[in-house]
């Protein structure tokens, strides 16, 4: 008899980073196991997020404690979540998701005045929050996935996301 499949666990999303004055709300899909074991967002070491993040804040924000970096972002007036609550998934891969729970993107996006645009990090991502904001007045970014998984070079990754500096404060 063959060895069993090892079975899928339910994850749950990390909470929100937002407040009031944020313009531009950053979306990934569900947190990675790394992630979720540290309980932040992009914790894995070879996930690009925060060095993508560098390029488009002009400021570096990947060596600062995790706490300073969502201050940072928060100062910027950048947001983050992910677009699904619950999943099951065996490991970090977003095509291994089953029963997914999308999260309510549309209630989040009421509760901030300023916000812009959402942009979302990664083609599974893009694909349930854009069904979720098909409807909204927001404009909607899809980006090249910050996963080390996706091969795309980091500077071609970075381009696409400069896109980004124009919902971005600088001050």
Request: aromatic residues 6%; positive net charge.
């Amino acid at each position: 008899m063959p060895p069993a499949l090892p079975q899928s666990v339910l994850k749950t999303c990390l909470p929100a980073v937002v407040d009031e004055r944020v313009r531009l709300l950053i979306c990934g899909s569900l947190p990675g196991e790394a992630s979720l074991r540290a309980e932040r967002y992009y914790a894995h070491p070879r996930n690009q997020f925060w060095r993508l993040l560098e390029v488009v804040l002009d400021e570096p924000v990947a060596a600062l404690p995790y706490e300073e970096r969502l201050s940072t972002l928060l100062r910027r007036n950048l947001g983050l979540w992910d677009v699904v609550a619950t999943a099951r998934r065996q490991g970090s891969l977003d095509g291994a998701m089953r029963e997914v729970e999308a999260n309510p993107l549309s209630d989040l996006i009421r509760t901030l005045p300023h916000l812009e645009a959402v942009a979302f990090n990664g083609g599974t991502a893009a694909r349930i929050g854009r069904r979720a904001l098909g409807h909204t007045r927001l404009t909607l970014i899809d980006l090249p996935s910050s996963s080390p998984a996706l091969t795309l070079p980091l500077a071609a990754k970075a381009e696409r996301w400069a896109v980004l500096r124009a919902f971005v404060t600088f001050r």
